[in-house]
């Protein structure tokens, strides 16, 4: 069976004049849980979380197509590591592709952040 990696790269500061600009995209981005999980966390884990969900998508294969930003759900494990839920579209995607599991590794820099993720089998 294959690993499908994805990858993605944002400008935190492009992520934040978005938001200033509609603040309505943290609903249309981020589930409730998601938005809870960030409430208290500053805009460079919110740029982090936009770019998890864009890596996913491209270890799936796809763009947005068919999906919705709430069908891949990025959350905080108990130790703080990023954790992948696929909803049900989101889910049958991976399937189709042989993946059962998605792994997520995020790094920040001053006006960067880097999501990295591997549909595995």
Same mark, same amino acid.
């Given at each position: 069976m294959a690993i499908y990696p994805g990858v993605d790269i944002l400008e935190?500061?492009?992520?934040?004049?978005?938001?200033?600009?509609?603040?309505? *995209?943290?609903?249309?981005?981020?589930? +409730? @849980?998601? @938005?809870? +999980?960030? /409430?208290?966390? &500053?805009?460079? /884990?919110?740029? &982090? @979380?936009?770019?998890?969900?864009?890596?996913? *998508?491209k270890a799936l294969g796809t763009g947005l197509k068919g999906l919705s930003w709430h069908d891949i759900e990025i959350i905080s494990g108990e /130790?703080?590591?990023? *954790?992948?839920? *696929?909803?049900?579209?989101? @889910?049958?995607?991976?399937?189709a592709r042989g993946g059962s599991a998605v792994r997520l590794s995020l790094s920040h820099d001053r006006d960067k952040v880097v999501a990295f993720a591997l549909l595995m089998p």
């Open positions: 935190i500061e492009r992520f934040a004049a978005a938001y200033a600009r509609r603040p309505a *995209l943290a609903e249309r981005l981020f589930t +409730d @849980r998601e @938005r809870a +999980d960030l /409430s208290e966390r &500053g805009v460079q /884990s919110w740029a &982090g @979380r936009f770019a998890a969900k864009e890596a996913v *998508l /130790s703080g590591e990023p *954790l992948v839920l *696929l909803g049900p579209k989101a @889910r049958a995607l991976a399937q």
